[in-house]
């Protein structure tokens, strides 16, 4: 085929600097060269393609755009661009019909490109290949580098080369061709960033992200990005393909609410932060152009415990045109206006949702656009697209491998698929509490939780292994008949239990020993483990604070059934083989046997005796004997006078008090500083 080169080298011959947006993608590729920062899609096609006309339509188009034939040259250290009229015009063909399945092999073939390095000072920065993989079945390919496309040009371009062709095998000339040099793209960049424009734009992301905490994220350990993500993808049910359709123009606010719903769900915050992608073509010719113009903006979205769906949805539509306004002045800008201890509150998860049928008409026959890779991820990014016949919609979970492994991202995209669904099928009253069941008892915990101690730090008798050994021992003790029915009593007349009466005492004596106003606590009444945290106030009378342990156990009630491990890992709560996570001491109205594993200390209580079984790695039977002689001290005091100040219990007995005074008499220097668990 012969190739097509322009008549005159116009702009191409003369090197000009990159653009704002063509910069941040060059000096992210200098910062990462292993990591290709490359786009790459394919358009599916059956039927009879004429291969050579289809190379002509793009080299063609390529030549009007002239974004496919850019060369990048260093001076000075600086990078460059022109447009290089004796770029490399090839396309290229590979025939995969001898594979056993032709489809996996081509796909694979284009993962390994996608992944191969490149240096965009020698290597093209768009390339095209045409991949046979059936006697009338191609994948038209392309792989692009950041500097040279963003997504919405290269779609751009792939429309033009589809009327281009569609026009060569109808026999008609095209439209005349409307894109933009690179130069004259370059030439807008810098017109905008010397306008009032510009200045206002800076003002309002000034002024949007004001005061925002640290960022967002559903990742448990950070990593650098690399060119291959971690991925889930799957249609939306048919009920909720319906709800998006009726959701009209609302549709994309929907989704990323729905997301951001999620998002404070899964990390207990209620504000949280979503980046979306934005075009930044705000003018006819940038949008009829190639280029890489494109950028991302930050979404910050506050979950209130009163909002209603339609409520939210309202909210972060109107937040959303906020952010198109003002969409040219990019995350990059942002960041660097605010500095780089601000910037960390700039990281979150990517939506990028595209609710339009992504097919392209190549004269008679209908190509299907897909994507291979959005680029490397930094942390998460949700892509939300149509596609197929009938058409549906798909999410796309895309995960950074160094930040998620491949279970974690499969149990989000199931949990946040089903809450979209719920979501979208919800009335606009309804309160957005109630949608989802799994993720909203979830959210309660994560919200209950966060910010809890991850460890109850009881004196104990010899250091903290770094790893349990389960040995255990037990000391009971007696719950004489007065003190059960001042129990009971005590429980009838604050309108619960006396389960809940005893749950309250044990805070109390851990609270004084682990000397916390924060206690964290496992308990278990039939087969399920509920986590309880209860703030205790020195100056809270015992009856209230009984109250206080009543109403907090009936919303953990309302929300059992989440396991202990989910909520661990929703909290993303710091792990270490020495203890248990969220709780180490563990409450029990029936004995469960069984080791006791990498907690501390179980209570069992029954109606006549209260078990303390504990770790003989850490305590000592008279240890463990005072704990048990504190808490039946403890409870008879407050069954005995419920208006007692608890900080006025005093749950040392005769021979603690004994002790104590031994100690008092003693010369300071000798005695030094030292607490009664440690005594």
């Not at 020495?578 to 907690?599: K, N």
Request: glycine share 8%.
């Amino acid at each position: 085929m012969p190739e097509h080169r322009p008549d005159t080298p116009g702009h191409g011959e003369t090197p000009f600097p990159l653009s704002s947006a063509q910069y941040e993608a060059w000096l992210a590729q200098q910062l990462a060269p292993d990591v290709p920062l490359c786009i790459a899609q394919y358009v599916e096609v059956h039927g009879d393609l004429d291969v050579d006309v289809l190379r002509a339509a793009t080299v063609a188009t390529a030549d009007e755009f002239g974004s496919p034939f850019l060369r990048l040259i260093d001076r000075d250290g600086q990078p460059f661009q022109m447009v290089d009229p004796a770029a490399d015009r090839s396309i290229g063909f590979v025939d995969f019909r001898d594979h056993t399945e032709p489809v996996d092999a081509a796909r694979r073939w284009m993962r390994a490109d996608c992944e191969t390095p490149l240096d965009p000072t020698r290597d093209r920065l768009v390339e095209s290949s045409i991949l046979r993989v059936g006697d009338e079945h191609y994948l038209w390919y392309s792989k692009i580098h950041h500097v040279a496309l963003d997504g919405y040009g290269a779609m751009t371009m792939l429309n033009r080369i589809a009327a281009r062709y569609s026009a060569a095998v109808l026999g008609r000339e095209p439209a005349p061709g409307e894109a933009a040099h690179p130069r004259h793209l370059y030439d807008a960049d810098q017109q905008y960033r010397s306008s009032n424009r510009f200045a206002a734009d800076r003002q309002y992301w000034a002024d949007r992200i004001g005061g925002l905490g640290p960022g967002s994220t559903l990742a448990r350990r950070t990593g650098p990005a690399v060119a291959t993500s971690t991925d889930a993808a799957g249609p939306l049910p048919d009920a909720a393909e319906r709800a998006l359709g009726e959701a009209g123009t609302r549709g994309t606010a929907a989704i990323i609410a729905a997301f951001a719903c999620y998002l404070s769900r899964m990390t207990g915050r209620a504000d949280v932060l979503v980046k979306i992608p934005v075009s930044a073509r705000t003018t006819a010719i940038l949008r009829r152009s190639g280029g890489m113009v494109a950028g991302v903006v930050p979404l910050p979205v506050r979950i209130r415990p009163a909002d209603t769906v339609g409520q939210l949805v309202e909210r972060v539509q109107l937040d959303l045109m906020g952010a198109l306004r003002h969409q040219r002045f990019g995350l990059g800008d942002i960041r660097r206006d605010a500095g780089a201890a601000a910037a960390r509150s700039l990281s979150g998860p990517m939506v990028n949702v595209m609710l339009f049928h992504q097919e392209l008409a190549l004269g008679p026959l209908v190509g299907e656009y897909r994507i291979v890779t959005s680029g490397p991820v930094e942390d998460l990014l949700v892509n939300v697209y149509q596609s197929g016949a009938p058409v549906r919609t798909f999410v796309h979970f895309l995960a950074n491998p160094h930040r998620y492994d491949a279970g974690e991202v499969v149990a989000h995209h199931r949990r946040f698929v089903e809450l979209l669904g719920d979501f979208l099928a919800a009335g606009a009253d309804a309160a957005v509490g109630t949608v989802h069941e799994e993720t909203a008892r979830l959210d309660f915990w994560t919200r209950t939780l966060a910010g809890a101690p991850p460890l109850l730090d009881l004196p104990t008798d010899r250091p903290r292994p770094a790893r349990p050994s389960g040995r255990s021992a037990a000391v009971d003790v007696a719950l004489d008949p007065e003190l059960r029915r001042g129990l009971a009593a005590l429980a009838e007349a604050h309108r619960t239990d006396a389960a809940t009466v005893t749950h309250a005492v044990l805070a109390l004596v851990l609270a004084r020993s682990a000397r916390t106003g924060d206690v964290v606590l496992g308990t278990r009444t039939g087969t399920d483990v509920v986590v309880s945290r209860t703030r205790v106030r020195g100056a809270d009378r015992f009856g209230d604070f009984v109250d206080t342990v009543r109403d907090a156990a009936a919303q953990a009630g309302a929300h059992h059934g989440v396991p202990v491990e989910d909520v661990a890992l929703a909290l993303d709560v710091p792990r270490s083989a020495s203890h248990a996570p969220l709780f180490q001491v563990l409450l029990e109205f029936s004995e469960s046997g069984g080791d006791l594993g990498d907690l501390d200390l179980r209570v069992t209580v029954s109606d006549t005796t209260a078990r303390f079984t504990y770790a003989t790695d850490l305590f000592d039977a008279a240890t463990v004997n005072g704990f048990a002689r504190r808490f039946v001290r403890t409870a008879g005091a407050g069954v005995a006078d419920p208006s007692v100040v608890i900080g006025d219990i005093d749950p040392a007995d005769p021979d603690e008090h004994t002790l104590l005074r031994e100690w008092s008499t003693r010369r300071a220097d000798t005695a030094g500083e030292t607490t009664l668990g440690a005594l």
